[in-house]
């Protein structure tokens, strides 16, 4: 079952002409995409590089999520009319049930992809005060896990792949009928949840092949780069950070859009594993002014521009490791900046 209220809303959007995930600039396809395989009630792995808005269009989509009913205190947002959770299910019986309005961000549940993630970090464990409370048995004295705090809500997965083989099997049960079972209580909890999960399909360190089992379990869309340099304007003044009243002028944001796009274009893309991505723009951005107020200035200039470009991008570019620039990126964003700017 879909969230409540998730299709209405998003239909709605629709209706009135409006761009439900406005929050992301262009990749028209990919929304597309997205709101459809949300409105079927699929679960969606989106590919793309670091820094084009994932984190953020997930978040957005929790913040549009209407409120619901929810009994007071419960991890797992139980429907009062339905509870789900043991705690809640005894409190029904006798009677006991608090009501609370729940918004959508507070359902909104995010889950950092790493080798240490472990399934007690996902499904939940034992807390061991309430076990010696009520025995490790007793229901009471389980806590839940991320997972299962997400029913009736939204996950967001950052970097699936970079999780084992035997997590993943975790996630199959939930993912296909949104239920988990904890094995020492033999109850089903609920996880009714859409899951956005996210992979860099260029990322090779560190990470897993996701079984073809997993996989099944989502629709995939491909977000990639802002797909113009007026995009990429538009996301500078848009998400920048203005800081001490510093003026940006419109050569300044031109040179930095020119430069951030230029690691992902050719000549310069040859020598890139991973380009500049929106990220590093507004890291730029934000720098342009903060070395303007140390020079005493506010009006930030090209120059400004030069001189922040190295600290900004050096830790979000790769080069590719036929690049004759492989161990040394300072190097190579000199000459990119030399060449681009002057």
């Known amino acids: 079952m879909i969230i409540e209220g998730l299709r209405e809303t998003i239909l709605s959007y629709t209706e009135n002409d409006k761009d439900a995930l406005a929050v992301i600039f262009g990749q028209e396809d990919a929304k597309e995409k997205i709101l459809s395989s949300i409105l079927a009630d699929h679960h969606v ?4 590089p670091p820094g084009v808005g994932k984190t953020t269009l997930a978040k957005h989509l929790a913040s549009i999520l209407p409120a619901v009913e929810a009994v007071k205190g419960c991890s797992f947002h139980c429907d009062p009319k339905d509870p789900v959770c043991p705690f809640c299910i005894a409190q029904a019986r006798d009677g006991n049930l608090e009501v609370e309005m729940v918004k959508g961000f507070k359902r909104f549940v995010r889950i950092q992809g790493s ?10 464990d034992i807390d061991p005060t309430k076990a010696f409370k009520y025995g490790p048995h007793d229901y009471r004295a389980f806590t839940p896990g991320k997972l299962l705090k997400g029913n009736r809500g939204i996950v967001f997965f950052d970097e699936i792949n970079r999780i084992p083989e035997k997590l993943q099997n975790t996630l199959l049960q939930v993912l296909e009928e949104k239920v988990a079972t904890i094995g020492p209580y033999d109850i089903d909890y609920a996880s009714n949840f859409i899951m956005l999960a996210t992979m860099n399909p260029r990322e090779h360190a560190g990470v897993e092949e996701l079984s073809d089992v997993l996989l099944d379990r989502f629709d995939i869309v491909q977000i990639g780069y802002p797909e113009t340099p007026e995009r990429e304007k538009e996301i500078l003044q848009k998400y920048g950070n203005q800081i001490g009243g510093v003026d940006v002028p419109d050569d300044v944001l031109d040179a930095i859009v020119k430069l951030v796009r230029s690691t992902r274009e050719e000549p310069w893309s040859k020598e890139m594993d991973q380009g500049a ?3 590093a723009g507004l890291s730029l951005y934000e720098k342009v002014q903060t070395i303007s107020l140390l020079k005493k200035r506010n009006v930030a ?9 190295l600290s900004s991008m050096g830790s979000r570019v790769k080069p590719s490791p036929e690049s004759k620039y492989y161990d040394n990126v300072l190097t190579l964003l000199e000459e990119i900046k030399v060449d681009v700017l002057g």
């Open 45 to 48: 792995l989106i590919e793309g």
């Open 115 to 124: 080798p240490d993630l472990t399934a007690e970090d996902l499904l939940g």
């Open 277 to 279: 991505s929106a990220r």
């Open 301 to 309: 200039t090209v120059e400004d521009v030069k001189a922040m470009a």
